[in-house]
Nanobody
């Protein structure tokens, strides 16, 4: 089970750090991703960190502002978000994949397990 937390209401330009903690699973064994879904829109890829090697991938819309990382000792994956914009407002989900290939990191159907989401609201 994945538990996402850290969302909130912030002003544009602020920062937030989201956390995704796994229970019953070990995040070091999974490729981990963050997705988001705004009202009336489809769930979209935000960031991914591969199981080994620390390789990371980002959506163009967040590149340079968001950073995904993992702390295997805490069984947690983070999404550090900076310079937040109103268009970043969404429900943010973390996801885990056991057998992700690089060409699929941005595809939500490539992930096996999902957390419940944490709301991020950015006011202008």
């Amino acid at each position: 089970q994945l538990q996402a937390s850290g969302g909130g209401l912030v002003q544009a330009g602020s920062s937030l750090r989201l956390s995704c903690t796994a229970s019953g699973r070990t995040v070091s064994q999974y490729h981990m991703g963050w997705f988001r879904q705004a009202p009336g829109k489809e769930r979209e890829f935000v960031a991914n960190i591969k199981r080994t090697g620390g390789y990371t991938y980002y959506a163009d819309s967040v590149k340079g502002r968001f950073t995904i990382s993992r702390d295997n000792t805490k069984n947690t994956v983070y999404l550090q978000m900076s310079s937040l914009k109103p268009e970043d407002t969404a429900l943010y989900y973390c996801a885990a994949s056991a057998g992700l290939i690089t060409s699929s990191v941005r595809q939500k159907n490539a992930y096996d397990y999902w957390g419940q989401g944490t709301q991020v609201t950015v006011s202008s």
